[in-house]
């Protein structure tokens, strides 16, 4: 089992940044797959990007390539997702997410752990 709590989420206006960080709890973390969702209003959950259990490997949604960096540190087992330049678009709950990936890392069910969320807004 793993468990995700998810931190760093808040108000802040476009152009500007935040990090998110995703704890997750167990000895195993690093063998798993982690990644990020966000779910906007009205809208449903899509991939933002994902990093292989090595941190070897990483994957973006084109929408936010250049821009947010994902990155994770075994020894204290979390996940980062550094955010950049951000957009109104980009407001959303963020989730973050940890499984034994196999099929893709962009596919949301490959991973069986999920956190509960922070929410992320964007001010135009």
Not at 15 to 35: E, I, N, P, V
Not at 69 to 94: C, F, G, H, W
């Amino acid at each position: 089992q793993v468990q995700l709590v998810e931190s760093g989420g808040g108000l802040v206006q476009a152009g500007g940044s935040l990090r998110l960080s995703c704890a997750a709890s167990g000895r195993t973390f690093s063998r798993y797959a982690m990644g990020w969702f966000r779910q906007a209003p009205g809208k449903e959950r899509e991939f933002v990007a994902a990093i292989s259990w090595s941190g070897s490997n990483t994957y973006y949604a084109d929408s936010v390539k250049g821009r947010f960096t994902i990155s994770r540190d075994n020894a204290k087992n979390t996940v980062y997702l550094q955010m950049n330049s951000l957009k109104p678009e980009d407001t959303a709950v963020y989730y973050c997410a940890a499984g034994l990936v196999v099929a893709g890392h962009r596919r949301a069910d490959e991973y069986d752990y999920w956190g509960q969320g922070t929410q992320v807004t964007v001010s135009s």
